[in-house]
Nanobody, 115 residues
Framework: QEQLVESGGGLVQPGGSLRLSCTASWSDFNSNDMTWYRQAPGKQREFVGTIFRDSLHYTESVKGRFTISRDSAQNTVYLQMNSVKPEDTAVYYC??????????WGQGTQVTVSL
């Protein structure tokens, strides 16, 4: 069964850093096509950033602080989060096309930014 498994969330202080990982379970995963989203309590899920054919795009609120990278050999895409703020607190999800082309969601990982 195709799965995206996320890890790396946790509690971090404002101004700190965290790296999220999203690893695909299928062998021909295209690490060059993935999107990160987040959902804060009481809010709708929102776009954070995407990588597509080596082109990177981010929502305005994370530009200059978050970076998406990939490791094809590890079937993994990363979201490096620097200079985090309390408003970055959310459950973070990755999404990518599976082998059938259907979009697959990760299970989500909680990021809490607090003193």
């Amino acid at each position: 069964q195709e799965q995206l498994v996320e890890s790396g969330g946790g509690l971090v202080q404002p101004g700190g850093s965290l790296r999220l990982s999203c690893t695909a379970s299928w062998s021909d995963f295209n690490s060059n096509d993935m999107t990160w989203y987040r959902q804060a309590p009481g809010k709708q899920r929102e776009f954070v950033g995407t990588i597509f054919r080596d082109s990177l795009h981010y929502t305005e609120s994370v530009k200059g602080r978050f970076t998406i990278s990939r490791d094809s050999a590890q079937n993994t895409v990363y979201l490096q989060m620097n200079s985090v703020k309390p408003e970055d607190t959310a459950v973070y999800y990755c999404n990518a096309p599976g082998p059938s082309g259907r979009g697959i969601w990760g299970q989500g990982t909680q990021v809490t930014v607090s003193l």
